[in-house]
């Protein structure tokens, strides 16, 4: 009995061996879950259900041969891949989740984000996710013919990896303010995320309560999972598939 999360995968044609490895895991350990939980950024970005890259339909169907196995598989957004929609949803099994969301994990009431919510202290990054989820600028970018918004995306990529690189880390991080504030009006003591790519498991008190804040690693260089169990949750790691050249 256990359930699975991960996040950050950010799959792209450029690293099979990342999509590899998640094909594998979806084959050989998730069948024996109870749920499987993607908390964004599942692909490095994501222009429209109606992209015909491959990639997209080798994912979606290692996605949706698990969910026929019976088991459940839910999707929460992430700050690449908050484009993708029901279509792809349907096409995977998958069911989208809001962000955040409330869960019941083996009796624990467990709050889940992709965490780039969290982040107050990146000023820049929150002015253009507020942009981002305007609904009439979404529904204006996907009809835009796909070459023009393949091009948008690259170069909104290009923009967003220079200006990190001269961010402090620190910004980048969540602020344990925002942390504390998110799980208690959720009245959570567990939250789970992803998107700093900081795999650890804190706990800290939360009032006169003791909390606990997951955070789900990236797969640029190995697998990493959250096994959640009955009687606890641990972070594991997986090898990457060696590509032959």
């Not at 692909?43 to 996605?63: K, M, R, S, T, Y």
């Not at 019941?104 to 984000?113: E, F, H, I, N």
């Not at 969290?118 to 835009?144: A, G, H, M, N, V």
């Amino acid at each position: 009995m256990s359930t699975l999360f991960i996040s950050d995968l950010h799959l792209c044609s450029a690293r099979p061996d990342m999509t590899a490895a998640l094909i594998q895991f979806l084959q050989q350990e998730a069948p024996g879950a109870d749920a499987l939980y993607v908390l964004g950024d599942l692909f490095e970005f994501w222009i429209g259900d109606d992209d015909p890259c491959p990639l997209h339909n080798q994912v979606a169907d290692a996605f949706l041969a698990l969910s026929k196995r019976g088991v459940p598989l839910y999707f929460i957004h992430g700050n690449r891949d908050f484009l993708l929609g029901k279509g792809f949803a349907k096409r995977a099994g998958m069911m989208l989740l809001p962000d955040p969301c409330i869960i019941d994990l083996y009796g624990t009431r467990t709050l889940l984000s992709h965490g780039d919510l969290l982040c107050t202290e990146d000023l820049d990054y929150q002015k253009f996710r507020r942009i981002t989820q305007l609904s009439w600028l979404r529904w204006l970018f996907l009809r835009l013919p796909l070459a023009r918004r393949r091009k948008i995306a690259g170069k909104l990529r290009g923009q967003s990896q220079q200006q990190n690189s001269h961010k402090p880390q620190t910004i980048m991080d969540v602020t344990e303010q925002a942390v504390a504030d998110m799980m208690k009006a959720h009245d959570c003591q567990l939250l789970i995320h992803g998107h700093t790519h900081r795999p650890a498991i804190h706990d800290f008190r939360l009032g006169k309560r003791s909390a606990r804040r997951i955070v789900l690693g990236d797969w640029f260089e190995q697998g990493s999972i959250l096994v959640c169990k009955p009687s606890g949750q641990h972070l594991e790691q997986r090898s990457l598939p060696h590509q032959t050249p």
